[in-house]
């Protein structure tokens, strides 16, 4: 297994969108083994392979506290959505540092493949409601920030930035010159 770089965002590759899975192979099963260590690593809850710029339609979710319950949901697809909506302050890998409020449906009910190929429905609430649609926006390369208004966003967007810009000084001295 190996850990891969998670991008950040406003890095352009985050808006891609990802392409379904069509082949059910060692590759596949590599690449899930690799991004549930990268976000176990970075102690996230959810990781997209848009944000390892991988553009396909593959997500993992582990909500647990005990961090050994990982989903696996490959070309997911929501067949249901409740009415009732509900508000839960997200982050995102992509996006370290930063929390503020979204409002999506309460409930989802989602079709997708296992690594294995096989297909399976997840009832989902509360967190887990709330990863699956925020990991899924990824894979049509929406960031969250993006239900911000213009503001936050811009901000947000402008610390991002510096952080990066910091980073890069601190990696090659040069830069700082």
């Not at 890095?11 to 059910?24: G, S």
């Not at 060692?26 to 959810?46: F, I």
Request: negative net charge; contains cysteine; hydrophobic residues 40%.
């Amino acid at each position: 297994m190996a850990l891969l770089t998670i991008l950040r965002y406003p890095d352009a590759r985050l808006h891609k969108i990802a392409k379904p899975v069509t082949t059910f192979d060692d590759r596949l099963k590599k690449l899930v083994a690799d991004m549930a260590e990268t976000m176990y690593d970075a102690h996230g809850v959810g990781l997209a392979a848009t944000q390892v710029d991988v553009h396909e339609q593959l997500i993992l979710i582990d909500e647990s506290d005990t961090r050994d319950q990982l989903r696996v949901l490959i070309n997911p697809e929501i067949v249901w959505a409740s009415e009732e909506r509900s508000v839960y302050d997200e982050g995102c890998l992509s996006v370290p540092g930063i929390y503020d409020g979204v409002e999506r449906p309460a409930r989802v009910r989602v079709k997708a493949f296992d690594a294995d190929g096989k297909v399976q429905t997840i009832e989902a609430e509360g967190l887990l409601a709330v990863c699956v649609q925020h990991e899924m926006d990824h894979l049509k390369g929406k960031v969250f920030v993006e239900y911000l208004s213009p503001l936050k966003r811009n901000r947000i967007k402008a610390k991002m930035q510096k952080e990066e810009r910091e980073m890069k000084k601190e990696r090659d001295p040069e830069m700082a010159r």
